[in-house]
C-alpha cells in the first residue's frame, strides 16, 4: 500500500537514519538534547555523520526534503525515592504564526516514586504523553518515522495522547505484581496523512471523531538471578468510537503469557 508521495529515488539512493545525543549531568538533574535526522542519498552524508554538526542547519540550507527531528529531555531527582522526568520532541515548530502551517510537536511529563509496602518494595508511575496532529509525518513516505507503517516514537502515531497509571509490588526478591491503567483518545490524524496546503492548521484536538480506549491490566512475573523470566497477565479494554468510527464500541478481555530463556 502506498501512503503519500513517494520520492522519487535513483535506484542507487537509499533511506538512512542518523542521529547524535548531547547529555548534561549534575547531583540530581540531568538533561539532554538529541537530534535525528531521516534522508535519502546513495551513499551515508558525511554532513550527518559529523557528530559536531547541528543537522537543521545542513538541512535548513540545502536539503529541504531531509526530515529532522529535536529532542529534550531531562531526569530530575526531586527527594530520595522520587523521580521527575520529561521530553519535548519538536518535528516543526512555527516561528510565525502566519503561516499556515501546523506546529508539530509531542511531550511527555511523568514522575515516578520508589518505596516500600509492608517492608516490600513498590514503584508507583504517573506518565502523560501528547503528539500533535501531523508529527513524524513528511511529505515523503520514505522520510516519514516509520516503520513497517508504525511510528517510531509514541505508539499512538500524531493525533493522540495517553495518561498512565502503573503500580508495582515487589512480594519476594523475583517476583513482581503489576496493575497498569491506561486511558488514550485517538484522533483522526495518522503517520501516512501529511498536511496539506488549505487544511486546517489549527483543529481541535485530538481531531475529528475520537477513538477512545479505557485499559486496567494485571501481571506477575517472575525473574531469575541469571536466565529465566517469565510473566502472565490479564486486561480488560473498553473502546468508544472503535477506529474512529462515530458510535462504534468495542469491549474485551485479554491474556497472555511468556517465558524467556537467556542462552
Known amino acids: 500500500e502506498e501512503l503519500g508521495n513517494e520520492t522519487d529515488l535513483r535506484d542507487a539512493e537509499s533511506v538512512y537514519l542518523a542521529g547524535h545525543r548531547l547529555v548534561a549531568s549534575w547531583e540530581r538533574v540531568s538533561v ?14 558525511p554532513v550527518y555523520l559529523n557528530p559536531l554538526m547541528p543537522y537543521y542547519l545542513a538541512q535548513h540550507n540545502e536539503r529541504g526534503n531531509d526530515n529532522v527531528l529535536w529532542l529534550i529531555d531531562g531526569v530530575f531527582h526531586l527527594a530520595p525515592g522520587m523521580t521527575a522526568y520529561g521530553e519535548l520532541l519538536i518535528d516543526d ?16 511529563v511523568g514522575a515516578v516514586w520508589y518505596g516500600a509496602v509492608g517492608r516490600r518494595d513498590a514503584e508507583l508511575t504517573v506518565e502523560y ?45 523475583r517476583w513482581s505484581v503489576g496493575a497498569t491503567y491506561d486511558h488514550s483518545r485517538k ?5 501516512a496523512t501529511p498536511f496539506e496546503a488549505g487544511q486546517n492548521h489549527e483543529p481541535k484536538f485530538p481531531s475529528g471523531v475520537v477513538e477512545s480506549i479505557d485499559r486496567v491490566s494485571f501481571e506477575l512475573g517472575y525473574q531469575s538471578l541469571d536466565r ?22 468495542d469491549d474485551g478481555w485479554e491474556f497472555w503469557v511468556g517465558v524467556e530463556v537467556r542462552i
Open 32 to 45: 539532554g538534547v538529541s537530534e535525528a535526522v531521516i534522508y535519502s542519498s546513495e551513499q551515508p552524508d
Open 93 to 108: 515548530l512555527q516561528y510565525e504564526r502566519t503561516t499556515g502551517h501546523p506546529d508539530k510537536y509531542g511531550v511527555t
Open 129 to 173: 504523553t501528547n503528539v500533535r496532529n501531523w508529527t513524524y509525518t513528511h511529505v515523503y513516505t520514505e522520510h516519514r518515522f516509520a516503520h513497517d507503517g508504525q511510528p517510531m516514537g509514541f505508539e499512538l502515531g500524531p493525533d493522540a495522547d495517553r495518561i498512565r497509571t502503573e503500580l508495582v509490588f515487589h512480594p519476594g526478591t
Open 187 to 191: 484522533g483522526d490524524g495518522s503517520i
Open 228 to 249: 529465566v523470566a517469565a510473566g502472565l497477565g490479564v486486561a480488560y479494554e473498553s473502546t468508544t468510537n472503535a477506529g474512529n468510527s462515530c458510535g462504534i464500541d
